[in-house]
């Protein structure tokens, strides 16, 4: 039978409920966009010459960035901080090379659960693939920094999908002990003009970021919990 009542209740808990930290990062001019874009980018050793829309969400959590890296690392079907019933995660391998994301779930129709099994197979929402992570901080790193990265196809126009960790900066107002960053770079089907143009796209593009706001809250209440739970055990 399907999970009507948890995917509304998925659906009011990521998309309807306003967040309570904002996360999106936002520009005065498309200089500024620009340039925090780049320097993103190019710790991520990735361009987006072909993308049309660039989104950064950024979250501090009040936890060290290996923590909430190894938070992120558990990523899966039953994960607390991701819609599951909206977009379920199957992953590809038992690690997180690759990674499927089936809308509300639907691998086939008539409820099937296999590629095995005969029936209409439905393409994931997501298909991730990774691009040289970095799990662990190179030496000549001053922030700490991880990240997950991915090429994203599927039926949703991402083509870069990236989770990034790294240590708090002072000198940028940033006060708790990490930052996490949640990026996309959008594909529009080749649609470069449909940057800020197109009504879908600002659709899409508004969807997208009340969920990611609320993944990112989710992460952050996730991993401070844990971590607060661990202080009192020990």
């Known amino acids: 039978m399907f999970p ?9 808990f990521f ?9 999106l990062i936002h ?5 500024e966009r620009n340039d925090l874009s780049q320097r993103v980018l190019q710790r991520l050793g990735i361009g987006v010459e072909d993308y049309s829309v660039l989104n950064l969400h950024k979250i501090g959590i009040n936890v060290p960035g290996r923590f909430v890296f190894d938070e992120l690392m558990t990523w899966d079907h039953d994960s607390p901080f991701w819609p599951n ?12 090379d690759q990674v499927d994301i089936y809308f509300l779930g639907l691998e086939s129709l008539f409820g099937f659960k296999s590629r095995a099994d005969s029936g209409i197979h439905i393409a994931p929402l997501f298909q991730l693939k990774k691009i040289d992570p970095r799990y662990a901080p190179r030496t000549s790193d001053m922030d700490n920094a991880r990240t997950l990265l991915y ?5 949703y126009p991402i083509g870069i999908f990236s989770l990034y960790v790294r240590s708090s900066i002072a000198e940028l107002g940033e006060q708790e002990t990490s930052q996490l960053f949640f990026m996309v770079a959008f594909d529009f089907y080749g649609q470069k003009g449909w940057l800020y ?21 989710r992460i952050k209440m996730t991993c401070e919990d ?9």
């Open 4 to 12: 009507l009542r948890s995917t509304l209740k998925e659906t009011y």
């Open 15 to 23: 998309l309807l409920r306003r967040p309570i930290h904002d996360t």
């Open 27 to 31: 520009f005065d001019s498309a200089d």
């Open 85 to 96: 019933r909206l977009a379920r995660v199957k992953r590809v391998k038992k690690n997180l």
């Open 151 to 155: 090429t994203c196809s599927g039926g």
């Open 197 to 217: 143009t197109h009504f879908v796209q600002r659709i899409w593009e508004a969807i997208h970021n009340r969920v990611t706001t609320n993944v990112l809250n």
């Open 226 to 234: 844990k971590f607060q739970s661990m202080d009192f055990e020990n």
